[in-house]
């Protein structure tokens, strides 16, 4: 069975962007992979953090995780820092890796740009999340466009050892999504929707009551065509809605077309907003039932257990292949 590894920043609530092109999907693979979901808490800290809000986000995205069909019989859930593994092969992985292959990292330019005293976890994080993939000798990571540039420096670096010192890791491949992977603002739908928009009305939340998902998707930007068709390019606002709509319905964009031919947009939206209430309410629902459990607690020490299984073998080889530590003599 191939493994599958991805790792979610606990850095707020979850938008309906991130379900349908990250948690909807991680569902529908536990049956065919050996899947590893990770709270990667420490990318959080490239940039400060309130402990006490992080520390919340860690055990509201654990929840959110289980809450949307997460099954820790078929998954390893865990916490990034609760599995030592991961700094300690980051730090190995960042000792291969070039200045310059760091800062031509996007990420690293758009956070950084007219800023100052930037810290340097900022630069050198895709070391670590190279580390967070390689651990579990991984096959297939499912990411959205926008982390491919990482993916493709976590492949460099796996090469990069394997060459010179020892064929210890996999070569991961990246999976995106088909449908749903590019969730985008419903105020400025030619960007990312995203749960850090100082727009509320931009973005969804996971957690936003059914009343206040209606008014956001009525207020959502379209056009005055009035005509419900996807043109990604002249009607960025009606696709972004439709993709949303099909993705929470699982009816084709074609025949949502079909059904809304004629009607004008207030319909529309409605239909969209229905749509979403419908997947959510039962995520929220046990959401709030697990959020303070003892069950949780048990599924994530669990999780960090398995985790840790994996990954110390693995940094183990990796230890060994570059000359770390002692070799110890047999009895």
């Known amino acids: 069975m191939k493994t599958i590894f991805s790792g979610i920043q606990p850095s707020g609530t979850l938008t309906i962007g991130n379900y349908l092109g990250a948690l909807k999907q991680f569902t529908e693979l536990q049956d065919e992979f050996d899947c ?19 520390r919340n986000n860690i055990r509201s995205l654990a929840a959110l995780y289980l809450a949307s069909g997460i099954n820790p019989e078929r998954s390893t859930l865990f916490i990034q820092s609760e599995v030592p593994a991961h700094t300690q092969l980051g730090w190995m992985l960042q000792s291969i890796s070039y200045v310059g292959e760091l800062e031509r990292m996007t990420q690293y330019k758009d956070k950084s740009e007219g ?9 050198t994080y895709p070391s670590l999340m190279a580390a967070d993939i390689l651990l579990y000798q991984t096959d297939l990571v499912p990411v959205g466009e926008d982390q491919k540039q990482h993916l493709e420096l976590t492949r460099n670096l796996a090469q990069r050892f394997n060459n010179r010192f020892n064929d210890i ?10 449908v749903g992977a590019r969730i985008m603002s419903l105020q400025e739908p030619t960007k990312k929707m995203s749960k850090s928009d100082k727009n509320v009305k931009g973005f969804i939340s996971m957690l936003d009551e059914p009343k206040k998902i209606e008014k956001k998707i009525k ?3 379209t056009d005055s065509e009035g005509v419900v068709k996807y043109d ?11 993709t949303i709509y099909s993705s929470c319905s699982g009816e084709s964009i074609e025949d949502l077309e079909a059904k809304y031919e004629g009607k004008g947009y207030g319909d529309f939206k409605q239909g969209v ?9 039962p995520i929220q629902d046990k959401y709030f039932a697990l959020l303070e459990s003892d069950q949780l607690d048990e599924i994530l020490d669990n999780g960090a257990e398995k ?9 183990a080889k990796a230890k060994k292949a570059m000359g770390l530590g002692r070799v110890k003599k047999k009895k």
């Open 115 to 123: 800023k100052e005293g930037v810290s340097s976890a900022l630069l």
């Open 36 to 54: 590893y979901f990770c709270i990667v808490d420490e990318h959080a800290i490239t940039v400060p953090q309130d402990r006490l809000n992080l």
């Open 273 to 281: 907003a229905n749509a979403v209430i419908d997947v959510l309410k």
């Open 169 to 178: 890791f996999t070569i991961p491949e990246v999976r995106i999504p088909k």
């Open 232 to 242: 990604k390019e002249n009607k960025p606002g009606v696709s972004n809605l439709l």
């Open 219 to 221: 207020s959502a930007v």
């Open 307 to 315: 985790a840790s299984f994996t990954a110390n073998k693995t940094v």
